[in-house]
Nanobody, 126 residues
Framework: VQLQASGGGLVQAGGSLRLSCAAS????????MGWFRQRPGEEREFVVA????????MYEDSVKGRFTISRDNARTTVYLQMSNLKPEDTAVYYC????????????????????WGQGTLVTVSS
């Protein structure tokens, strides 16, 4: 499986963007998929993850109520709808997946994900 992230861009604070992560060679069905981000000069961090088997979803606290993860009916594309964006959301966003259905406590663990897409840059101006 290969992942392709897209949809980044420049947006004003308070605006919205939708990121996409397209899978080739597989689908988002019984696996676990996540979005992570890396701010300039900082380490990559967890944003949101979903375990598709039961659709259990974990959001990082700062994005709760503003970001929503979803997928298309064909299960080949996952979306990250981002609303009420803030300057601190500026980062390179990465989608990642593992074929395993992770336990809840590890959904946000970067080391659990072994398939990564390239990043897409989101810039939020104040």
């Amino acid at each position: 499986v290969q992942l392709q992230a897209s949809g980044g861009g420049l947006v004003q604070a308070g605006g919205s963007l939708r990121l996409s992560c397209a899978a080739s060679g597989g689908t988002f069905s019984s696996n676990t998929m996540g979005w992570f981000r890396q701010r300039p000069g900082e380490e990559r961090e967890f944003v949101v993850a979903v375990r598709w088997a039961d659709r259990k979803t974990m959001y990082e606290d700062s994005v709760k109520g503003r970001f929503t993860i979803s997928r298309d009916n064909a299960r080949t594309t996952v979306y990250l709808q981002m609303s009420n964006l803030k300057p601190e959301d500026t980062a390179v966003y990465y989608c990642a997946m593992t074929r395993r259905s992770l336990i809840w406590s590890t959904l946000g663990s970067i080391s659990e994900y072994d398939i990564w897409g390239q990043g897409t840059l989101v810039t939020v101006s104040s």
